[in-house]
């Protein structure tokens, strides 16, 4: 039974009890992304402030689809939220490079276990290379979101 | 148990190599993912390799002695292949699958309009509808779509019902006289119904319009008689009846075939070729551009006949008791919803569901964990999914390699994952 | 005699079950016809059946384990074929053919009049050209004359000189700025020239044309390098490089690909499917329409990797000495001439040639009847054999399985037919 | 060495000097057919009688090819000219079942060697499927010839 490795109870947690769900009125940009194989689907906004920082300072979503998607799009909105985009962008690429460890020992990859905090959970996901898209839904929204509301602060 | 049902499974089983391997750490492999691609018996494995150590070479293109027996094999098998589905073998044209099938006749419609006036009863535009239905395969409604927009045409559908039938209360509305073509799935791939053939072929009869069947999913499981049928087109994929990849079949009535525009050109279906214009062969092979896959409809045939010797009519009546034994033992679950019919009337063995607060992709997961591999996800019809109000199903699929047992293991996945998020 | 050129050919004829048969009552079986479709080394049939027997599922459908495996199989292949040429994973698509590869840009050039503004660039219509060769294969041909049609562009061409080059002397009328796409066989199955690609591709960049090279009979017998050839598409097929049947490639310039339209549509290609219209996934799956032929894309990886191992300078200046070999063992004879460059500058290994007195068909008989497997006729190059004033060739092609030993039983075939028909 | 029982002695000889080659001004019916595979082409001209059994009166063709497909259509028009339609018809079925007996003894079929004279010199093209359309090139022209001719009698 490699189910427990996988579905960790912060992941079932998250799953029951999601963070920032339910669109928020404040936000810059809004996004919406599918997974085609699926049909699982996420929409998240995101407000960033205006000084160099550009701190996440709004960050929330709604979203259709299975426990991975949604807790770790849950997950992801603590991780960034009231962080500097720079920051925020760091933790997004270091969980990108968890989803590609193939179910690797983390102590074994370069990976940042403290950058990830929570999000270190999902490492059992990475062993079903159909599921990494689940895992990555909501933080591909959210780059694309960041790098749009960025675009947007920078015309004004 | 294994012979429980009239077939001999155990026996069958015996010629599928990948069903004695195990998945996840041990785990017996319980294959219930047929519909989307079946599993293929050494017969099949064992005829392709044959081709290509014995009597390789292109067909239809040389005058050698290896040329001679490559085409030979080759249009042996077309007639195999045809005879399986009570069709002649001109009628038959191979194509890479049941998509390009799909494609290549609604490619030719469009090619119509600049091709000569024998092919004037291909040609649809502005003020034309096609119709199609709610419960297609992405494959047997996204070239009708692209039709349209290349034409001009308008697409329209019927609905469905909520027990998963075809809504025809509005038949005669839908179709009606600007109607150039109805094509529709004889069996889902998701609900498993069974659509009234006879119903649909009538109504597009009385308008003038032309009929095209998407036979992926009936092909492979029960005995077809294209003229019985009563289509002008009818498609179907070799890999889900036991036949290799990268192969599908398009029948064709002879007269339509005729008269309709190629697709794909090149070599091997001209008849003369100048700088300045070209004149094409007669069909089959005018919709058989380039170098064809031989070898496959060599295994193609190899699957007709390992069907044939087992009998197709045994191999529905096995998956009716196995869909039958499903559907009971998934209704009796608490929280477990089948979406489709739930009599085993006018229905194959596509077996849909949805599991109260579990997203079937979790449900997937647990039941591949215990080596149960089913699909879930939309299964190429999303709007079907749309229209019963659920993100996506969990679904099985039979086939003649399936047992009670392997029934019995899914059933029992499904209380398994229900107890894993605690949902029952 | 076998090792004499480099290759270990009795080593690697080994590896080809079917070379060790016979032909026409106990002939050694000398096979000549390469360039119509390549025999297949044990290698590629043993990788094909591995992904049956051990992986199969439908690729990027699935979320089971097979489904995971099959999937990962199909992308690893992909993966080195797309290395074999120098490409980039996403920048290949899988086609049954490089007669589908040439069709699909066609079609999508033709879809591009009522599909969305960012493909644009693909439009082409009345006061455009597509220039070819008059030395194209029909495959590289005949879908120009359709798009032609369709859209009612113009076709031009490039003629010939008399020695089996391309007449470059009015390319720049030719190739003008009405021109939106160059397409031109790299390596002609015919005459064996090879064609000058940074000639054409500096022309085509001048007035912004699109460039599409057939690389069928290069890509199997040259180390090939896409952004050293500079097109912005390259098709080739995978059985005549020791593939299987059933498989071909399209390389395209991602920036191109991301911005052109679909052309076969249907599961798979899709982003998402409402019935009021799609949208389609990113390249190369948005022209992957269908369950695809992943068995046949590992027999080609293995096909990659077998060439790869034996290196590919190596396989092509082997060809380099069985042509010399042939064309002057052939030149020799009286009453035979070669229709294609005579010397082996710029030239591949196919070798075109007439016997005077004696029809083409008659020569190939003759040395069927000694197990000399040639192919004769226009070899899907109508135009070109009208071009040089002759009905038919005869023409042998060369692989690395071949060696002086099979060039030598040719020439003396070409004797054997002259005795017999008392022409010589 | 099978050579020898393909080309017989009687096809050699009219492939070197055909008979009714050259294409005469008197006909009702002209057909041009190709065999799409090699480009071989023949030219048919045929001429009938007007009364009910429309014989043959004239034939002549010309043509580029094979051995086989030119001493085939002179051996074709030998036998067909001067016999009324449907005896030439008659003719040319038998030379289709010849062509269709693979190889077979012709002492094993039902084919009548006394109607197919000459033309029974081709039972070794019968082994060779890719040949038998070369041998069958001017037959099937001639079949489509006197088709189109009775239909023009017909219609005048
Ligand atoms: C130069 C050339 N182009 C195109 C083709 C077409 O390839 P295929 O028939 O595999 O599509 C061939 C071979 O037949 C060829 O030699
Ligand atoms: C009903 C139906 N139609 C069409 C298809 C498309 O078949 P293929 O992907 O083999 O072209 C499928 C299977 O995927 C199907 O189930």
Redesign the pocket.
Known sequence: MQLESMYQEIILDHYRRPHHKGLQELYDVEVHHVNPTCGDEVTVRVRITADGAHVVDEISYDGLGCSISQASTSVMTDLVSGKPLEEALAVQQEFLTLMQSKGADIADTDIDEDLLEDAVAFVGVSRYPARIKCALLGWMAFKDAAAQAVAAKEQT | MSTLLGLDVTRIKADFPILSRTVRDGRRLVYLDSGATSQKPVQVLDAERAFYTQHNAAVHRGAHQLAEEATDAYESARATIAAFIGAQPDEIVFTKNATEGINLVAYAMSNATTAGPESARFVVGPGDSIVVTEMEHHANLVPWQMLAQRTGATLRWLGLTDDGRLDLSNLDEVVDATTKMVAFVHQSNVLGTINPVETLVRRAREVGALVLVDACQSVPHQSTDVHAIGADFLVFSGHKMLGPLGIGVLWGRPELLAAMPPFLT??SMIEVVHMEGSTFAAPPQRFEA??PMAAQAVGLAAACDYLTSIGMDAVAAHEHELTGRAIEGLSALPGVRIIGPVTTEARGGAVSFVVDGIHPHDVGQVLDDRGVEVRVGHHCAWPLTRRYGVPATTRATFYLYNDAADVDALVDAVKAAQAFFGSA
């Open positions: 090149g070599g380039g170098v």
